[in-house]
């Protein structure tokens, strides 16, 4: 029948969950994906101040607003539900307290990123880790420590040109605010899984930590070269093209990809040309049909590539890929991988086209979870913020992950089932750990040592597992964690303030109904692995 009749197959059928079950399981995911961290702060911080961490980040993900969406004081009030009060100095405490830095948490997502390209190694898969950096703005702060001048990228936007209306400033306008770095780590196929966030980092031009962005990129880029090797394929944008980076990446002998500017020149042929003139009038060696994720349509491109070399870096052999597309201008792709057929011409290609995914990163980190809305002096206490609400997005990445696709599917229909779009601003309210449980009660907190035998904590399965999702846009990743708000308004209408799912996951065995065991977590049995 299906080869007589185009029969379009029907997704699997989402069984009526409950919502109470539903908000459990996510609390015990989130327990489970920071269970590594929460061992290691186990040995340096009081058990109390673990528990607020779990809720801070619980707290992130359900209240998301790009204005006031890590005010200590407006996230104060969403801890004090969860905990037994006093939500704004408990998380005062946790972010002044001395026994831990934001190191932790850079060290853990980077140890997830390492796993991922082991488990990705060992099945034949190959990884790309996209680089790209931002400015972390603050125009109305003078007097935070640590702040330096940026250059603005929201008055860029602003103030571009608009024929007839105005003439925008020559000059770039510069604020205060840091300089902000980030790694992604995403497969070369979609059926590799979702964006893994390797690393996030604030650095500043000014006083006595200040540092330069090609000191900062250097540092990376050794560090990510003694974990991985050759392992991996580096994305970067033009941005970094410019002799001195080539020089670092060949002293690393790094395999990339770099977007070259059309202007640049290169030796082709023992003649210094221009990337553009060295591509002018030569015939495509073949052409294809694209999607672009961007303006979200399909397109024509073709590819052709010639050996070139940089007359800095004359002993390192290099590639340009140009890739012509309708409607858009040529990429001039320069590359370390060797390109001599149509073949891995696309390859190139293809790598660079999902360097995307973290421009989404940006957007969701400063719209959803508001990430520059922070007023907090101290430097190190800023850095622990930022780093949480890091912790809350790797946490919604990770939800887009193979196993959570019933979920992801559930809660379209219980929260935004009149239309595929992002939920609407009434459904944003909710989170899934914010869901009412009147009937709940959280009994002592014991230690986190004696969570390891329900499996949550359990050092053996840390986040070893990653799966591949079905290719869907990056930045619909809030949806992964709301719910509709009338559970929350059940919350709040209750005699007693509902405790933390989180917290119940931490201080007493939870057991879920097995038919939703394999929605929230691969830990569960013996072939988790």
């Known amino acids: 029948m299906s080869e007589k009749y185009l029969i379009v197959s029907q997704p699997e059928q989402v069984p009526p969950y409950d919502p109470k079950a539903m908000a459990e399981g996510l609390g015990m995911s989130l327990v489970g994906f920071l269970g590594p961290l929460l061992l290691e702060l186990d040995q340096w911080l009081d058990k109390r101040l673990i528990r607020t961490l779990v809720q801070v980040i619980e707290a992130i993900l359900t209240f998301r607003d790009r204005i006031n969406g890590l005010v200590l004081s407006e996230l104060g009030s969403y801890l004090d539900p969860i905990g037994q009060g006093g939500g704004t100095?408990?998380?005062?405490?946790?972010?002044?307290?001395?026994?831990?830095?934001?190191?932790?948490?850079e060290r853990f997502l980077w140890w997830r990123a390492s796993e991922q390209i082991e488990q990705w190694e060992e099945q034949g898969e190959e990884g790309l880790v996209l680089w790209d950096g931002s400015v972390w703005e603050k125009p109305e702060s003078l007097k935070s420590e640590g702040l330096g001048p940026v250059q603005s990228s929201k008055a860029k936007r602003l103030t571009h040109v608009k024929p007839g209306y105005y003439t925008p400033p020559g000059q770039p306008i510069s604020v205060p605010g840091l300089h902000w770095v980030g790694l992604l780590l995403i497969g070369c196929r979609l059926n590799q899984g979702p964006a893994l966030?390797?690393?996030?980092?604030?650095?500043?031009?000014?006083?006595?930590?200040?540092?330069?962005?090609?000191?900062?990129?250097?540092?990376?880029?050794?560090?990510?070269?003694?974990?991985?090797?050759?392992?991996?394929?580096?994305?970067?944008?033009?941005?970094?093209?410019?002799?001195?980076w080539l020089g670092a990446l060949s002293h690393f002998a790094?395999?990339?990809?770099?977007r070259w500017r059309h202007q640049y020149r290169l030796l082709f042929e023992g003649k210094l040309k221009a990337a553009w003139k060295i591509a002018q009038g030569k015939k495509a060696w073949g052409s294809r049909g694209l999607w672009d994720a961007r303006r979200r349509k399909w397109i024509s491109a073709s590819v052709l590539a010639f050996p070139v070399r940089h007359p800095d870096h004359p002993d390192l052999p290099l590639w340009l890929v140009v890739a012509r597309r309708t409607g858009g201008k040529p990429w001039y792709l320069l590359t370390s991988e060797p390109v001599e057929n149509e073949a891995q011409a696309w390859k190139v290609v293809l790598a660079y086209a999902r360097r995307w995914q973290i421009e989404l990163a940006w957007k969701t980190c400063k719209s959803e979870l508001g990430m520059q809305s922070p007023r907090v002096w101290d430097w190190e206490s800023r850095l622990k913020l930022l780093g949480l609400a890091t912790l809350a997005y790797a946490f919604l990445l990770y939800l887009r992950t193979l196993p959570f696709t019933l979920l992801r599917r559930w809660l379209f229909r219980y929260a935004a089932h009149s239309h595929w779009t992002p939920l609407a601003s009434h459904a944003r309210a909710a989170g899934a750990l914010a869901a009412g449980c009147e009937s709940a009660v959280v009994g002592p907190s014991p230690s986190l040592q004696s969570t390891r035998r329900f499996g949550l904590l359990s050092p053996s399965r840390q986040l070893g597992h990653t799966h591949p999702c079905s290719p869907q846009t990056?930045?619909?990743?809030?949806?992964?964690?709301?719910?509709?708000?009338?559970?929350?308004?059940?919350?709040?209408?209750?005699?007693?303030a509902p405790p933390s799912l989180v917290l119940l996951a931490l201080t007493r065995r939870f057991v879920l109904n097995p038919s939703l065991r394999s929605l929230f977590s691969p830990r569960f049995g013996p072939d988790s692995r």
Do not use: C, N
């Open 197 to 244: 966030l390797a690393v996030m980092r604030w650095w500043t031009a000014r006083g006595w930590r200040a540092s330069w962005v090609r000191d900062e990129d250097k540092k990376l880029l050794e560090m990510a070269i003694r974990s991985w090797g050759r392992k991996v394929l580096h994305i970067f944008d033009r941005g970094y093209a410019s002799s001195l």
């Open 89 to 105: 100095k408990r998380l005062s405490r946790l972010l002044h307290s001395p026994k831990w830095t934001a190191l932790f948490i």
């Open 474 to 496: 990056q930045g619909r990743v809030r949806l992964s964690f709301a719910l509709h708000a009338k559970a929350v308004r059940t919350a709040k209408q209750a005699t007693t």
């Open 254 to 258: 790094a395999r990339f990809v770099l």
